[in-house]
Nanobody, 125 residues
Framework: VQLQASGGGLVQTGGSLRLSCVAS????????MGWFRQAPEKEREFGAA????????SYTDSVKGRFTISRDNAKNTVYLQMTRLKPEDTAVYYCAASRGAIWSSIGFSDSYNYWGQGTEVTVSS
């Protein structure tokens, strides 16, 4: 499985960005999809996840109400729509796929088998 993330960039506080992650295989009903982020000099942290059938989502508290994870099955693409961005959202964002993770573990990076290369998001104050 190969994942290709894109869509990062420089945006002002309060702005929006949409990240995309294109998978080389069919994701629907096969993989839990997640977005993680890693800020400079910090550990990688969980951002959002989407269940295999798309029926459930999970978000870390700091992005709830601002970020939305979604999927286009026909394009094998997962999106992270980010709104009301803050300087603390500045990070490299990674998409990830997990074939075997149970839902209670989707916040842990070790639960994911495949990772994209990362796309950088910078939010200026």
């Amino acid at each position: 499985v190969q994942l290709q993330a894109s869509g990062g960039g420089l945006v002002q506080t309060g702005g929006s960005l949409r990240l995309s992650c294109v998978a080389s295989v069919r994701m629907y009903n096969n993989y839990v999809m997640g977005w993680f982020r890693q800020a400079p000099e910090k550990e990688r942290e969980f951002g959002a996840a989407l269940s295999r059938n798309g029926g459930s989502t999970s978000y870390t508290d700091s992005v709830k109400g601002r970020f939305t994870i979604s999927r286009d099955n026909a394009k094998n693409t997962v999106y992270l729509q980010m709104t009301r961005l803050k300087p603390e959202d500045t990070a490299v964002y990674y998409c990830a796929a997990s074939r075997g993770a149970i839902w209670s573990s989707i916040g842990f990076s070790d639960s994911y088998n495949y990772w994209g290369q990362g796309t950088e998001v910078t939010v200026s104050s």
